[in-house]
């Protein structure tokens, strides 16, 4: 279903050969309109790759015919001729589906960092995907983007008459602002690009923005959101803006049960605080202390380790105040010893660590993951 | 030598029972005068253990007759209960010590958060380790308080009829602000509590804060120093200064070469950067990222992962005029692709990777470790 679950959509995916592999590798998605509206959500890392450069600009147009991802290559860190590669690749897309203008094509790469595309591969690539254009691409295309990610990601939300759909990939490099991952949503909605980027923004800040992984943060993180207005149907905001954040919400899940050499699914999740900033900050710093993510995969209720990294935050809390529970057992009650340790049950993938700041009534959950051998060992041969 | 190592100092380090290995988990440090000055520098974690509350204030005062360490457990988020442990402690070393009052005695304490010490063994232990107080026994004390540390860490710096001395334990849970270490350093120079701590700052502002294992910041952090004036020379402030830096650096240097499951050391320096606070926070940036740890690892020269740090700081540069050499072979050139990263040698365990933000005249160096399988290990097991 992916991103042609939304009518006006066709997608391919296909292998062009930039993967050495032989595994798929370009994706194409494309919005036969009648509209053209589109928003877009960035990487916030200064070091910005290539076609996060240009579709950043195509973007400000709020308008998007087409989007042409790659993996195999992040084309990040690779100067004025990686720059000149996104172009040419854009050019060339708006080539072959004919009647396009360039200004109006997304790029997205995704891979490693700091090599070149082999653009005589690509090239044909794109003649290739756009001849396999179907309403029924939208699977093959969600394959196509994959990098390390074991599985491909979808999701479809339904609303009265019109449909979000997308695809996503990443599996590490995921950290806030956005993660290392690429991500197109689709909708027959019939909405200007103004409607779409604030849904967008609303639901990033929500879903994707906390996901950490690995405290990681990419080049290349995209999340696009294309709207063809096929359905005819001009949805209220709040009910779109929902679906919007119920399909980045199930494909943020996605990222995390992907996440390279996982063994567990942390939800980090902060209660009781000043601010949701706050909540926030004292989330990400948890789950981002590796000492604590490596005993939650020795399946051990280290509390200490939660408590030593809010420590290290400007959230307001008093030390003597906080509670924290590992599974629903308060293991630590006003920054002491609390029950029994020994309760706690860690057998299954999914942990729920809560921490209650004692400081007021906001609250925010991070997802994170645990660290663990497994993730030493895929990342230490990943480029050689 | 450790530190013994000045005149005016006696030292003990004993197996009071509190590790259930048996292993020596005692130190006992103690100023024979004439002066009893002393400095100090905590944990910058909010969440802070008894011991450093307790010693912080005993600090306050300007003057330490002794100081009492324990490994085999933190006592930190303990509550009232830790406190008043800490406190016994102190009471019973200044009883044991005859003339010394409590309000004297700094208390460290390094091992599991969230476990009340065994006041039944350690108590007994003062009394054991007061009775083999010896000018001898700066190794000893040196040995009884690691935890996972493999070797025990001591330096010594001379000065014009003075001398600087110290012992250090860390291994995990190193970030700045400061390590989880404890360091204890003794001087026999004759200078007042303001000198002492004028020289501790600037010390461990370039040494130990610069250290980052593993971007886990302890709750129990504590660098003390003592000045007995039993040499009968006040050597010069800058003289002094450097001496202190120097034992500073050389600890730090065996806490970074002794972190828990490292393979390779890093040497993360950051140059032409606009001001120095810049070149810290890339310098940090590069040592916390895991997944360029993990690539160090496995001796993969990813210079991609170093600009995709760099990339989510806020110090001034422009992505395009970023260089990375890694072991002098400048892979990055402009923020692109530079000389050939096969030229790279990393079979040795220091690595160097330099950070040119070509934004100005400062620099400064960060110490870390690699991300290992060895890591995720050892600390997935510690507290089961």
New interface residues.
Partial sequence: MSVTAARGFTAAGIAAGIKENGNPDLALVVNNGPRLAAAGVFT?????AAPVLWSEQVLKGGQVSAVVLNSGG?N????P??FQDTHATAEKVADVLEGHSAGEIAVCSTG?????LPMDKLLPGVETAAAQLSEHGGEKAAIAIKTTDTVHKTSVAQGDGWTVGGMAKGA??LAP?LATMLVVLTTDADLDSETLDKALRVATKVTFDRVDS??????NDTVLLLASGASEVTPGYEEFAEAVRKVCDDLGQQLIRDAEGASKDIKVEVINAATEDDAVEVGRSIA????LK??I????P????V???????SAA?E??R?NVAINGVWV?K????GEDRDKVDMRYREVHITADLAAGNESAVIWTND???D??????????
């Fill in positions: 916030s890392n200064r070091v910005k992040a990040a860190c690779t100067g001729k990686g490693l960092i700091g090599v070149l590490g490099m602002g690995d405290g990681c943060m990419s080049t981002r202390n590796n000492l490596c005993a995969h020795g399946e051990d280290n509390w200490g380790r408590l030593s990294a809010i420590g290290t935050t809390f030390a003597d906080l630590c006003n920054g002491g010893v660290l663990t051998a993730y030493v060992h895929e990342n230490s041969a990943y480029s050689s």
